[in-house]
């Protein structure tokens, strides 16, 4: 059996009925980490000896009897902005290159309670800022997959959450965490080909997650099929007293919701995200999944969210405005990287220049621009005002559908080195993503198909606060019609 090819559900039912151990389905994908990472550079740290011996500790509850956590034995890779106790947590930046926190997250506590096994810490942007997974302090992660034909043309995993993504569709890991502010998880997972799921604002605990802007950062699953996103999440969601935004709602049964019947439900197709210049085969993409959704006895309704080409100009006031303020903690002082100076200024500012990628300085001097006197009501006030009218044209959407379509992204992968010098085109890969980030609904993507050129493209189901189970529900249609079953290039069995 080839185990890094199961689904968790599959490996959930393996485990229980000892096909294979947690040792054995563990140590396949170790071994699979130790052939491929330096390749891939998916993984930032890998834990080969820690997870093998969660992996022992996993066989030792398993044998015990029926009652072992969901995820006992499942190996997992961790996206590195999740704080995990004792293990090195960097945020992809020199800032953090040798911080190692002293607790664990809680979305990674409440995934370690429930039996799961960290194989290592994922690469990502420099703390989770970029759409490429090139602003990393550790390397860029490569896609997995490659273009027909051409063996040689490095791509990108999408960002920020690639090396997540990457990992999942190699098979170096079942499943992996992810977080998106405004398309990190969903993005990537549409460039690699698996699915992902950004949970309502508010559904996960951001305690002990580094943040980037806090009014919409969320954490959630990324795995090769709907069902292991929603075991994921069904495990990751939860209040937390320790996150004062974090909503005491029960977390309903992710996990039935998925292959739900759809009669009878109401899927809207927003105009606005027909955007001038989408390539034909991601429209084309888009219609068959409304036509999926349409056998499947959706009534398929058009809707209007006009003020959604604000989204993303407003999300890059309102993102690097958080993140300045966010980030003006690392100052050489408390913790992390310092560079000695022979003022408290020149400390400050010798930490700074040097812990701090291009990216990130970048963001910090528009967000710190924005929040300015003289420009604060002109740009940050004017920006969350805007916001505010976003979100309405959710609620107002949602008033008649029960869901939304759209495509993920405006292209498949593309090549490394690409839109490298242009950072505004690199902000337009989130266009379909930032609208439901600055909405704080839950969204997914969901493989549809292939592109002519063999790279997957993604399809997004955006759902009401606090229903991923009608997201769930969708997306596993879209998988059941789309018999995504393509595999990347580059993955454990082939090397
Ligand atoms: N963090 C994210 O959701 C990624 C987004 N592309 C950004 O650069 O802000």
Same mark, same amino acid.
């Given at each position: ?37 330096? /390749? ?6 890998? @834990? ?25 034995? *499942? ?13 090195? &947590? ?31 810490? @994922? ?48 098979? +170096?890991?079942? %499943?992996?965490?992810?977080?998106? @502010?405004?398309?990190? =998880? ?6 690699? %080909? ?5 949970? @309502? ?8 997650? =580094? ?12 795995? /090769? ?5 929603? *075991? ?8 937390? $007293? ?8 029960? $977390? ?7 292959? /739900?019947?759809?009669? %009878?439900?109401?899927?809207? =197709? ?43 100009? &407003?999300?890059? *006031? ?8 966010? #980030? ?35 963001? *910090? ?39 939304? #379509? ?43 198909? #292939?592109?002519?050129? %063999? #790279?997957? +493209?993604?399809?997004?189901? =955006? ?33």
């Amino acid at each position: 059996m080839m185990l890094t090819e199961l689904t968790i559900a599959g490996a959930q039912g393996g485990l229980r009925r000892r096909e294979f151990s947690a040792t054995e389905l563990v140590g396949a994908h170790v071994a699979a980490i130790e052939r491929l990472n330096g /390749r891939l550079n998916a993984f930032i740290t890998v @834990t080969s000896d820690l997870a093998l011996d969660a992996a022992r500790r996993a066989d030792a509850i398993l044998a015990g009897g029926e009652d072992a956590p969901a995820l006992t034995g *499942i190996p997992l890779g961790i996206k590195d902005l999740f704080c995990t106790d004792g293990v090195r &947590t960097t945020a992809a930046s020199r800032m953090l290159e040798a911080f190692v926190p002293p607790y664990e997250s809680t979305v990674t506590a409440n995934l370690l309670a429930d039996g799961a096994v960290f194989v290592g810490k @994922t690469n990502l942007d420099e703390f989770a800022m970029g759409s490429a997974n090139i602003t990393s302090a550790f390397g860029s992660v490569e896609n997995p997959w490659k273009r027909a034909g051409d063996e040689e043309t490095v791509l990108v995993p999408g960002g920020s959450s690639g090396g997540s993504a990457a990992a999942v569709a190699a098979r +170096l890991a079942m %499943g992996a965490t992810g977080t998106d @502010t405004g398309g990190s =998880i969903r993005q990537p997972a549409s460039y690699c %080909g698996i699915a992902g799921i950004k949970p @309502t604002y508010g559904r996960c605990s951001r305690w002990g997650t =580094i943040a980037f802007a806090s009014s919409l950062d969320q954490a959630g699953p990324m795995a /090769r099929t709907v069902e292991d996103c929603a *075991i994921l999440l069904q495990s990751m969601a939860g209040f937390d $007293v320790r996150d004062s935004t974090s909503v005491d709602i029960a $977390v309903p049964d992710y996990r039935a919701a998925c292959g /739900r019947s759809l009669k %009878g439900m109401k899927v809207g =197709i927003p105009a606005e995200y027909r955007v001038a210049g989408m390539p034909a085969e991601v429209e084309a993409a888009w219609e068959q999944g409304i036509a999926w959704l349409r056998d499947a006895g959706c009534e398929i309704v058009e809707v209007s969210l006009p003020y959604t080409k604000y989204g993303l100009a &407003t999300y890059y *006031i309102v993102a690097p405005a958080e993140c300045s303020s966010n #980030l003006a903690r690392y100052d050489g002082v408390r913790f992390g990287r310092r560079v000695p100076g022979e003022s408290l200024d020149a400390l400050y500012e010798a930490t700074r220049r040097e812990g701090f990628g291009a990216e990130v300085r970048r963001r *910090i001097l528009m967000g710190t621009y924005v929040l300015s006197a003289g420009y604060y009501d002109a740009y940050y006030l004017r920006a969350q005002k805007v916001r505010n009218l976003i979100r309405k044209d959710f609620e107002n959407a949602f008033r008649t559908v029960d869901v939304l #379509l759209t495509p993920t992204a405006p292209s498949p992968a593309f090549a490394q080195g690409e839109k490298m010098d242009d950072p505004v085109q690199m902000y337009l890969n989130d266009v379909f993503t930032v609208p439901a980030s600055m909405a704080g609904v839950p969204a997914m993507s969901v493989p549809a198909g #292939l592109s002519a050129s %063999g #790279l997957p +493209l993604g399809l997004q189901v =955006i759902g009401r606060s606090f229903d991923e189970e009608s997201v769930f529900a969708a997306a596993s249609a879209l998988e059941r019609a789309a018999g995504f079953t393509h595999r990347p290039a580059v993955r454990a069995e082939v090397v």
